[in-house]
């Protein structure tokens, strides 16, 4: 641990020290802003989205639209999109979720239902 020096003045004291700006010191003086460095984006976040440009987003976004609106008056809510790539097309695919039939209930079963 280092050690205090003494005999200092008030502004070799305070030397480097900022004071974070409050609503009570803002209301006084010209707000002080800290600059604050950019967050360096995950490269492979923008390799996945490199290509794919607000244009291209709106375009896909409103053919995924009429898709599931599509599917819906098919009767089709439960869903999942395939995406595959076959020469120069990139295909996505809405392939119905499956669904997980109960097996035959036995009317012969008890049931038990809590009590005593």
Known sequence: MAKIQKNLSDSDMFKGWHEQPTFETEIDDEPVRLSVKPAKKDSAADINSAYFTPE????????????????????????????????????????????????ESNGNRSVHRGGK
């Open 56 to 103: 291209l987003q709106e375009s896909v976004g409103k053919a995924l639209l009429e898709l599931k609106l599509n599917l819906y008056k098919q009767g089709i809510v439960d869903y999942q999109i395939k995406v595959s790539c076959q020469d120069n097309q990139v295909m996505l695919t809405a392939v119905p979720a499956k669904v997980k039939t109960k097996p």
